[in-house]
Every structure is written in structure tokens, then in C-alpha cells.
């Protein structure tokens, strides 16, 4: 394997329209572990094992092994878990996890989208590597949303004072609107405000960086953001150059990026409005209302009202199947 080859075809996966996994940059990711000689990989949130079967496959010519992290594994990952030897998953928070372990060659941070976490994340694995050199570190959401805003799947696990932003509840998101708006994109918590210290995935590796000399971060503008960070001083450092240069933070992928997310922003807030005016509707259809104005109408119009019923049924099952099942991300 060389170059953006992939262990195997990344297929379209319909149940994610909003194409939230990692897996969907795994071009740049597996030749981000191809140009480093990576054998080993912690993965950080691994979820429902997507990714994680895909690492498998692509670790086994190697002879190499899969740590997982994640407090709530889904089914498909704990029976890959419980069938492959080469698959270590470890059920608990990541700040508990990272704690005194053995590091492997690279490390995937996928977990909790805030500030809080991925510092916590970036120190433990730094307290790790001790005076050796930092595995190859690799992120998911450097970009919008999560690149300068907090999200949190469980809120009341971060410490009020390491939450210098309000929290929303399933707060709306769109590109270009800094709070929350009532037809954004649909989060289980975000912080009221995009921007400023303290805030976001992208945020917590820049301070990172502040504190130590030496290290290079590539951003793939795709699929939410893709980053990549290692040390000049490392052995890999110049393939990884050749590899990831021509395309970190490139202008043409940012547009299309931004195209696409301000689309998925649009059409799930059409939605959203349509989802509204058919309540109103299945409402007017039940209503007494309703049938009073179809007689008056039927009178008027000499047995013909001016809209059916058939009409609104109609408008109702377009409206029904016109979208999709619309993860949060």
C-alpha cells in the first residue's frame, strides 16, 4: 500500500448522509500511517467500530494491533472486540484511559468535540511519551462545526469551570452564524458561541502546539476536517511532507467543504420547516374547522371546494418522504 490507498473500498454508508465518520478521509488517514511506518494505533471514540474495522484490516499484513477507547462501545464494536485477537478495547473516558498507557506508534483523538477533552487527551499523551519523541497524532472535526466551537455528548462530565461557554442543548448550528439558531444542524450540546479562548477541537492542538517546539499540523479541509500532527525531528517527517503538503488547507477543498456543509445546513432547515407545516396541516385536517370551510367552499364553488382534502393528504406524504434520517453530529 502506498500513496491514498485504502485497506479496502470505502462504501457509501446511508445511515450517515452527513458523512460524520472519520472513515470518510481514510485516504489521507492510512497514508498518514502508511508514510510513518505505523504498526500500532490507539483510536480514541471508537463508537460502533466503523473506523475500527477498517484499521483492523488494514493492520493485519502488518501484524499489527487496534487499542479502542470508548466509555459506551456500541454492539458491532464489542463483538469485534470479543472475536480478534488483535483488538484491545478499553471501556472507559478518555482522560482515564490515556493515563499512564503504553503508547502505541500513532494515536487517532475522535472522542468528545471540546476544548477540555483534547487538551486533556493531548497533555496524558504527552505525559506518556515522556522525553521521547510524540506518536503521530491524528484528529477528526478540526473544521467547522467543532474546529473553534465545544460540543459535549455528556455535559455534566466536564467541570464547571472548564466550560467558560454556555451550553446549549440541542442547540442549532449553521456556517456563518456564530450562536445558535432554531433551524441549524441539530447537536446534543454546544457551546452558545463559536469562537474565542478555551473553545473547540482545532483551539486545544493549536495551545498544544504553543507549548512545545517542533511540530507540524496539516489540515485536510474534508468531511468536517481532518488534521494531522507529528515532530520535524521525526524520521517520517519529510515523507509526510510530500504526502499531506500539497493538500493541507487547500482553497479548492475548503470551498467545496464549505459548499457542502452550508447545503447540509440549508436543506435540514427546509426540512425542519416542512416537518413544521405538516403538523399544521395534519392539524387543519382534524380540525372542525376545517370541515366548516369545506362546506362554505363546496357552496361557492358549486360542489367543488377550492382545496381537498386529497390535496393536503397529498402534500402531507411528499413532505413524509422527501428527506432522510438526519443524524446529530
Known amino acids: 500500500m502506498s500513496g491514498l490507498d485504502v485497506p479496502r473500498k470505502i462504501p457509501f454508508n446511508p445511515t450517515d448522509p452527513w458523512f460524520t465518520s472519520l472513515a470518510n478521509n481514510a485516504e489521507f488517514l492510512f497514508g498518514s ?12 471514540g471508537a463508537y460502533d467500530g466503523e473506523l475500527t474495522a477498517l484499521l483492523l484490516d488494514w493492520a493485519a499484513p502488518h501484524g499489527g494491533r487496534v487499542v479502542a477507547i470508548d466509555p459506551d462501545p456500541q454492539p458491532p464494536l464489542a463483538r469485534m472486540a470479543a472475536e480478534r485477537d488483535d483488538l484491545e478495547l478499553l471501556r472507559a473516558l478518555s482522560h482515564v484511559a490515556l493515563d499512564g498507557i503504553d503508547l502505541t506508534d500513532a494515536v487517532i483523538l475522535d472522542g468528545d468535540h471540546n476544548y477540555f477533552t483534547v487538551a486533556g487527551e493531548l497533555r496524558l499523551i504527552a ?3 515522556g522525553d ?12 467547522w462545526p467543532h474546529g473553534r466551537r465545544d460540543a459535549y455528548c455528556a455535559v455534566d462530565q466536564i467541570p464547571a469551570e472548564a466550560r467558560p461557554h454556555p451550553v446549549i ?9 456564530s450562536g445558535i439558531r432554531p433551524d441549524g444542524l441539530p447537536m446534543w450540546g454546544s457551546a452558545a458561541r463559536e469562537g474565542g479562548a478555551r473553545n ?9 502546539m504553543d507549548e512545545r517546539e517542533g511540530l507540524r499540523l496539516a489540515i485536510i479541509p474534508s468531511f468536517f476536517g481532518f488534521g494531522v500532527l507529528w515532530e520535524t525531528r521525526a524520521p517520517y ?25 452550508l447545503f447540509l445546513a440549508a436543506s435540514h432547515g427546509a426540512f425542519q420547516r416542512d416537518d413544521r407545516k ?15 370551510a369545506q362546506g362554505i367552499s363546496r357552496l361557492a364553488n358549486r360542489g367543488e371546494p377550492a382545496i381537498t382534502r386529497q390535496e393536503i393528504e397529498d402534500r402531507l406524504a411528499e413532505t413524509a418522504t422527501a428527506g432522510f434520517d438526519r443524524p446529530e453530529i
Open 127 to 129: 505525559e506518556a511519551a
Open 132 to 143: 521521547g519523541p510524540l506518536p503521530l497524532l491524528l484528529f477528526h472535526d478540526v473544521g
Open 200 to 208: 473547540g477541537v482545532l483551539t486545544a492542538i493549536e495551545d498544544f
Open 237 to 261: 517527517a519529510d515523507a509526510l511532507e510530500e504526502l499531506l503538503g500539497p493538500w493541507d488547507r487547500h482553497p479548492a477543498l475548503q470551498r467545496l467543504e464549505d459548499s457542502r456543509v
Open 278 to 292: 405538516g403538523r399544521l396541516l395534519r392539524r387543519l385536517l382534524m380540525s372542525r374547522t376545517f370541515r366548516i
Open 169 to 177: 442543548e440541542g442547540g442549532g448550528l449553521f456556517p456563518g452564524d
Open 33 to 44: 500511517l502508511e508514510a510513518a511506518g505505523v504498526r500500532s494505533v490507539i483510536e480514541v
